[in-house]
């Protein structure tokens, strides 16, 4: 199994050469020794950022250091949020800084290791410094814990007991936990401060019958409310707003996105809530939809969906007429606490919560996390994928009076005596045979 693990390895390597015009590499190489050796989480991360084709091109050029972490530093001793920002898209780059930070354009072996601390550059824009401490050789913060570990003719791996974080990618990731990577943008046209009176600077006069300073869009764009002002729609003469192909692409979003087939069957075939979601985008809403996944829409049973409109009545409650992305809704939950959005499921409201580091939807019996952020983003219709399907409380009471009056009625009923069964088999037979049974008590 792992020779034939091998030759797949070997085989994509060799493939991703030829399409990147670069030369091919042996199957001894430094790069398939990584790919296959102990080190399978640090190898799932080089593959998941894309960075197969840049080291090869660094293998072929030149002798390289690869500085690996232990499975166990990045399994259970790295911090799950950190984690989680690292595997986010929109932070692959920070990923890719991240790894090739681990990677030393030479050959540093353990006869060639500095006596001194040393500073050497690495395949990122930042050094990476070698040292020793009495008995143990060190490579940034980390300590090398298998020298030469993995030895090859392009290159050697050491492995180390912990994962080396660059300062730059450190700092993203600050920024983007802290508040001022998720505030509130300052709008443009906003009154500015004199900053040797502290009072507002007065704007410029505007002479009469010039055009506006902010474009027409902007007064015609609505804000996060119910009833936002009207729009021209795709029967107007502009075509300023085409809701249909909107919703078409964040529905074929969903579906290459993967894991959100159902929802996606739901909004189509089952229902007509894409038409509708087309014409109100169309007529200048916006909307934010709380997708949830395969595997919680295969947790629905029969009798939550037999009822008629009981799909839409869930998929409307999993709409809200706001325009919210991850950061927004993240914000909101951090600097209030609770926050109630309404949604198309008049009068329910949606309850949000900061939890563990994310949002959570839902009250305290049934609960969905923020799985997926922003999955479809384009400034009308933003969709969140969730891990939960979520009831408005009204909807999970009258299930629960429903069940506690079936029960009543059961207990109420009583179950016919032994005689009782005994005297109708009894009245059957006469009845068979033609027999009087009126002197007998058959009723």
Known sequence: MTAFRMCVIVLSVLTLSQLAGAAQISSNSVLVALLDSRYTELSELVEKALLLEKLEKAVADHNVTIFAPRNEALERELDPEFKRFLLEPRNLRSLQTLLLHHIVPSRLGQKDWPAESTQHTTLSSEPLHLSNLDSKKLAGNAEVVRLDDVYRPDGIIHGINRLLIPKSVQQDFNNRRSLRAISAVKPEGA??????????KKPAPVPAGSPPVLPIYYALAPGPSLAPAPAPGPGGPRHHFDGESQVKDFIHTLLHYGGYNEMADILVNLTNLATEMGKLVSEGYVLTVLAPNDEAMAKLTADQLADPGAPERIMYYHIIPEYQTEESMYNAVRRFG???????????????QEADGSVKFGDDEET????????????????????????????????????????????????????????????????????DSRFYTCQ
């Open 191 to 200: 009154p500015e401060v004199d900053p040797r009176t502290n009072r507002l």
């Open 338 to 352: 609770k926050i109630r959005y309404d949604t198309l499921h008049v009068p329910h409201k949606m309850l949000a």
């Open 368 to 435: 969905a996390y923020l799985f997926d952020p922003d999955i479809y983003i384009d400034g009308r219709i933003s969709v969140q994928g969730i891990d939960g399907v979520l009831f408005p409380a009204s909807e999970k009471t009258d299930s629960k009076k429903l069940e506690v009056t079936q029960s009543v009625d059961r207990v109420r009923t009583p179950p016919k005596s032994r005689r009782g069964k005994l005297l109708e088999v009894a009245c059957q037979v006469l009845g068979t045979f033609g027999q």
